[in-house]
């Protein structure tokens, strides 16, 4: 549930915040500008991915990417295939091919699973309070395919944005950057 309630406390960012991309049109940060419309644009196209049936994900899934993907169930960590992968690309949904991570925003936590910064975008996954085994903590699932990918932790101060989405690689399907010119995927040019 989210509070709602009146703004208090808001502080004006510093001037040189203001207006950044007027500012440095040469993109930001380290980004080039036009390389973000490129990310925006790739993100949006997500609107074509549909969730298959139950019956669909049975017949294509390995048991566990069904039970982990379906059943919120947790693969053994140190196990999966990306848990210490490092090539770069994206990572996207097994079950609908939603693009969610990009391999820039993966680094090493040490929890035996992969590890991201954030997502692709915050459209692509939601987020869902999760209270079993005795903790309360916040589940992440695909936004198009409802499937269980992990979990996300605010606290972990190895993470660049200090939140790590501990993520199963079994939910996960990796797609090379000398492969991302396929069916329903453009060629990207942005910073892997």
């Known amino acids: 549930m989210v509070e709602r309630g009146p703004l208090i406390n808001f502080y004006r960012a510093e001037d040189y915040h203001q ?39 049975r017949s294509t899934l390995t048991a566990e990417q069904f039970d982990v993907t379906q059943h919120a169930a947790t693969e053994r960590p ?10 770069q690309g994206i990572y996207v949904d097994v079950t609908t091919g939603q693009p969610l991570f990009v391999s820039s925003d993966k680094y090493e936590s040490g929890c035996g699973w992969p590890s991201f910064s954030r997502p ?12 079993t085994h005795g903790m309360r903590r916040t589940e992440v699932k695909s936004m198009v395919g409802d499937a269980h990918l992990g979990h996300v932790f605010e ?12 993520i199963n690689s079994t939910s996960l399907r990796f797609i090379p950057r000398s492969e991302m010119i396929s069916p329903g995927l453009r060629s990207l040019s942005f910073a892997f």
């Open 78 to 87: 140190f196990t999966g295939a990306y848990w210490d992968h490092h090539e």
């Open 155 to 166: 606290d972990d101060p190895k993470s660049p944005t200090g939140t790590r989405y501990c």
């Open 19 to 57: 207006g950044y991309l007027e500012k440095h049109p040469f993109g930001y940060c380290h980004i080039p500008q036009h390389e973000i419309a490129d990310v925006v644009a790739f993100v949006e196209s997500e609107l074509s991915y549909t969730r298959p049936s139950i019956e669909q994900l």
């Open 120 to 131: 692709i975008s915050y459209t692509a996954v939601n987020f869902v309070p999760d209270s």
